[in-house]
C-alpha cells in the first residue's frame, strides 16, 4: 500500500522523464524549440484543469460516504471519509499554487513564484496530519465506547466507491503531474491511491462485523488512521527535502551522462541543480582543453546544453561555465 510513497515529490519513478534517449545522439541538429507562450503558463493551465476535475470526483465520493456515515454510524467509514474529505481540500491550496506560478518574473521575486508549490506541499501534509488526529480520536474513542452499526451492505458499498473514486483521481493526477513534470501534483496522486487501499479496508471491516466481531469496524478505523500518519511522516521527509534544494540523485547522473555525449568535454567539475515549482534549474561546471579557442569553448557549451535540453525534459534553465584553475575537482 505505501509502495508509491518515495514517488511522491518527484523522488521515484514519477520522474520517469529522466533516463530516456529517444533522440538522435549523432551531429547536427539539438535545436531547443521555444514557443511563443511560455511553458510554464501552458502547464500550470493543464495542472489546475487537472484539479478541478480531481476536486469534483473526490467531493462528490466524499458527500456519499458522508451519507452512509450518518446512516450507519459506521467509525471505519468515518475516517476514511475524513481523510477523503483532506484529500479534496488539498486541491485547494494546489489551485492556489499554480495560479500564482503563472505570475511572470518580478524585480522582486526575479525567479517567478515556482515557490509556493513546495510551500503547498506543507499545507498538505498539515491537512493529512489534521486527518489523521480526527480519524484517530474517533477510533479509539468508538473502541471504548462500543455501538452498533447499521446498513452494513451500504457501509461495503461506500468503501468500494471509495475506492473507485481515489483509483480514477489518483490516475488522473500522476499522469497529468509527469505529462507537466509538477511534483506537487504527482504526491498528490499517489496519495489518493493510498486512499484507494485504505477505503479498501472499511469493506474489510463491515464483513468482521457482520460476521460477529464488532470492533472491527473501529479496529479498522485506526489501522487506516496509522496509514495516515505513515503518509504525513514520508511525505514530510519528501517536502522538506525539496524545499531544501535536494534532487534525485537520477537527475545528476543524467547531467554526467548528457556531457558524455559531448566532445571536448574533458570532464564534469561540478554539477548542482534545484526545482523551482516544477521546472528545473542546473549548474555545471566543466573542464576543457587549455587548447581550446574561444570558439572550441562556445560550441562545447551550445551542444552540452543542447544534449542537456534532451536528456532532462523538465529543465528550464541551464548555466554552464569552466573549471577555475587551481581549484582541483568539485
Same mark, same amino acid.
Given at each position: 500500500?505505501?509502495?508509491?510513497?518515495?514517488?511522491?515529490?518527484?523522488?521515484?519513478?514519477?520522474?520517469?522523464?529522466?533516463?530516456?534517449?529517444?533522440?538522435?545522439?549523432?551531429?547536427?541538429?539539438?535545436?531547443?524549440?521555444?514557443?511563443?507562450?511560455?511553458?510554464?503558463?501552458?502547464?500550470?493551465?493543464?495542472?489546475?484543469?487537472?484539479?478541478?476535475?480531481?476536486?469534483?470526483?473526490?467531493?462528490?465520493?466524499?458527500?456519499?460516504?458522508?451519507?452512509?456515515?450518518?446512516?450507519?454510524?459506521?467509525?471505519?467509514?468515518?475516517?476514511?471519509?475524513?481523510?477523503?474529505?483532506?484529500?479534496?481540500?488539498?486541491?485547494?491550496?494546489?489551485?492556489?499554487?499554480?495560479?500564482?506560478?503563472?505570475?511572470?518574473?518580478?524585480?522582486?521575486?526575479?525567479?517567478?513564484?515556482?515557490?509556493?508549490?513546495?510551500?503547498?506541499?506543507?499545507?498538505?501534509?498539515?491537512?493529512?496530519?489534521?486527518?489523521?488526529?480526527?480519524?484517530?480520536?474517533?477510533?479509539?474513542?468508538?473502541?471504548?465506547?462500543?455501538?452498533?452499526?447499521?446498513?452494513?451492505?451500504?457501509?461495503?458499498?461506500?468503501?468500494?466507491?471509495? !475506492?473507485?473514486?481515489?483509483? $480514477?483521481?489518483?490516475?488522473?493526477? =500522476? &499522469?497529468?503531474? @509527469?505529462?507537466?513534470?509538477? #511534483?506537487?501534483?504527482?504526491?498528490?496522486?499517489?496519495?489518493?491511491?493510498?486512499?484507494?487501499?485504505?477505503?479498501?479496508?472499511?469493506?474489510?471491516?463491515?464483513?468482521?462485523?457482520?460476521?460477529?466481531?464488532?470492533?472491527?469496524?473501529?479496529?479498522?478505523?485506526?489501522?487506516?488512521?496509522?496509514?495516515?500518519?505513515?503518509?504525513?511522516?514520508?511525505?514530510?521527509?519528501?517536502?522538506?527535502?525539496?524545499?531544501?534544494?535536494?534532487?534525485?540523485?537520477?537527475?545528476?547522473?543524467?547531467?554526467?551522462?548528457?556531457?558524455?555525449?559531448?566532445?571536448?568535454?574533458?570532464?564534469?567539475?561540478?554539477?548542482?541543480?534545484?526545482?523551482?515549482?516544477?521546472?528545473?534549474?542546473?549548474?555545471?561546471?566543466?573542464?576543457?582543453?587549455?587548447?581550446?579557442?574561444?570558439?572550441?569553448?562556445?560550441?562545447?557549451?551550445?551542444?552540452?546544453?543542447?544534449?542537456? !535540453?534532451?536528456?532532462?525534459? $523538465?529543465?528550464?534553465?541551464?548555466? =554552464? &561555465?569552466?573549471? @577555475?584553475?587551481?581549484?582541483? #575537482?568539485?
Amino acid at each position: 500500500m505505501m509502495s508509491g510513497i518515495r514517488d511522491w515529490f518527484g523522488f521515484g519513478p514519477a520522474t520517469q522523464g529522466f533516463g530516456r534517449h529517444g533522440h538522435d545522439h549523432g551531429e547536427g541538429g539539438h535545436g531547443h524549440t521555444h514557443g511563443v507562450v511560455d511553458p510554464t503558463i501552458a502547464t500550470t493551465t493543464r495542472g489546475i484543469w487537472a484539479i478541478k476535475w480531481s476536486f469534483a470526483v473526490l467531493a462528490i465520493t466524499a458527500a456519499l460516504q458522508l451519507i452512509i456515515v450518518f446512516l450507519s454510524g459506521s467509525v471505519a467509514l468515518l475516517a476514511d471519509t475524513i481523510h477523503n474529505v483532506g484529500d479534496a481540500v488539498t486541491a485547494i491550496p494546489l489551485w492556489i499554487a499554480f495560479m500564482l506560478a503563472r505570475r511572470k518574473p518580478s524585480k522582486t521575486f526575479t525567479y517567478g513564484l515556482g515557490r509556493v508549490e513546495d510551500l503547498a506541499g506543507i499545507v498538505i501534509v498539515l491537512i493529512i496530519l489534521f486527518s489523521a488526529i480526527v480519524a484517530g480520536y474517533e477510533a479509539i474513542d468508538r473502541l471504548i465506547h462500543p455501538q452498533a452499526i447499521s446498513f452494513l451492505d451500504w457501509v461495503a458499498v461506500a468503501g468500494f466507491v471509495g !475506492f473507485l473514486g481515489n483509483e $480514477a483521481v489518483a490516475v488522473f493526477r =500522476i &499522469r497529468v503531474g @509527469r505529462e507537466i513534470n509538477s #511534483a506537487a501534483l504527482i504526491a498528490d496522486g499517489y496519495h489518493a491511491r493510498t486512499d484507494g487501499f485504505t477505503s479498501l479496508a472499511v469493506v474489510l471491516g463491515a464483513v468482521g462485523v457482520w460476521l460477529g466481531f464488532p470492533l472491527a469496524d473501529p479496529i479498522i478505523g485506526l489501522l487506516i488512521t496509522v496509514a495516515i500518519f505513515a503518509i504525513v511522516w514520508q511525505s514530510s521527509k519528501a517536502v522538506l527535502t525539496r524545499m531544501l534544494d535536494g534532487v534525485e540523485p537520477g537527475i545528476v547522473d543524467e547531467i554526467h551522462h548528457a556531457a558524455e555525449h559531448v566532445r571536448g568535454v574533458e570532464r564534469v567539475a561540478q554539477v548542482q541543480a534545484r526545482w523551482i515549482g516544477h521546472r528545473l534549474h542546473a549548474d555545471i561546471a566543466i573542464k576543457v582543453a587549455e587548447t581550446a579557442s574561444a570558439k572550441d569553448v562556445v560550441g562545447i557549451t551550445e551542444a552540452l546544453r543542447g544534449e542537456l !535540453f534532451d536528456h532532462l525534459p $523538465a529543465l528550464s534553465e541551464a548555466n =554552464i &561555465r569552466l573549471e @577555475r584553475k587551481g581549484k582541483g #575537482a568539485y
